[in-house]
């Protein structure tokens, strides 16, 4: 046998080692891939620098001015329903002039859609709440509702008066975009307020961005967001980004699957702007 034929009769065994090295090296880059590229919620949860206390004179609770229209006037929720069946009517409870979450009820939304706009509302969390972190009087404000369930932009509606959290997710953030500037929270069991100047985005033809969303927030009438440019709506795992959609959309209030006490709404004004 000649030396190139010996050679010639390696080569199967040498074609396995390289597929076997291949095949490990393929593996071991998935697992790679797993591990660094799966998106968690914790990837989007940032704990400093922490928004200062600011201890807040009053909350905001002046009536509604004279062109407002009036979303929840203390007496009923004709202006509302149920988001994940807009034929059905919002089973959140009303009595005393007040607005209560009614957790297993789902999110509830405006039946009329709006676009730009200066809204105002009032909040309570319960004095006597229970549980910590986002589980303690977790609900929201969606900016917009573009969808069933979340889908929306959420400014966050929390007791973060001594509770600690991820400070975008604190009340007064763009959950999981950006943090209240200042702390300017009331103790559990009085009135808050929000006073907010929404900018819906506006989308090009061809589905891209034409003018992002762009928002600022007044809390217990302290700024706490200043015209900040949103990145896309609220998405819980991952890095928010823009889907084209109508620019007018309801409001929507979240009523959070958290076992706390449920908190309360009242005095909800908006106007188109
Ligand atoms: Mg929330």
């Avoid at 910590?132 to 969606?142: D, K, P, V, W």
């Avoid at 600022?216 to 795992?237: A, R, S």
Wanted: net charge positive.
């Amino acid at each position: 046998m000649s030396l190139y034929n010996k050679d010639l009769l390696k080569l199967p065994a040498k074609l396995l080692t390289m597929k076997k090295q291949f095949y490990s090296v393929f593996v071991l880059a998935m697992v790679i891939k797993s591990v660094s590229g799966q998106a968690k919620h914790e990837d989007t949860e940032f704990y400093t620098p922490v928004p200062p206390v600011v201890t807040p004179v009053s909350a905001n609770t002046a009536a509604p001015p004279k062109d407002a229209v009036i979303l929840f006037d203390g007496k009923n929720l004709d202006n509302w329903v149920t988001t994940n069946d807009t034929t059905k009517p919002a089973t959140w409870d009303v009595s005393d002039g007040i607005l209560t979450v009614n957790k297993t009820g789902g999110n509830i939304q405006t039946k009329q859609s709006f676009q730009d706009y200066q809204l105002h509302l009032e909040w309570r969390i319960p004095k006597n709440i229970t549980g910590t972190g986002q589980a303690r009087g977790n609900s929201g404000l969606f900016l917009a509702s573009i969808g069933k369930g979340d889908a929306g932009y959420e400014l966050q509606i929390l007791d973060s008066y001594n509770n600690p959290t991820y400070v975008n997710g604190q009340a007064g953030s763009i959950y999981k975009q950006f943090a209240p500037l200042v702390n300017p929270n009331f103790p559990p069991g009085e009135w808050q307020s929000y006073d907010i100047a929404w900018k819906a985005p506006r989308f090009k033809e061809d589905g891209s961005v034409l003018t992002p969303a762009r928002v600022t927030v007044y809390f217990n009438g302290i700024l706490v967001q200043n015209n900040v440019e949103l990145k896309g709506p609220t998405l819980y795992v991952g890095q928010p980004s823009y889907q084209k959609h109508n620019p007018a959309n309801p409001i929507k209030l979240q009523a959070h699957g958290d076992k706390s006490e449920p908190i309360s709404f009242r005095n909800i004004w908006i106007r188109p702007a």
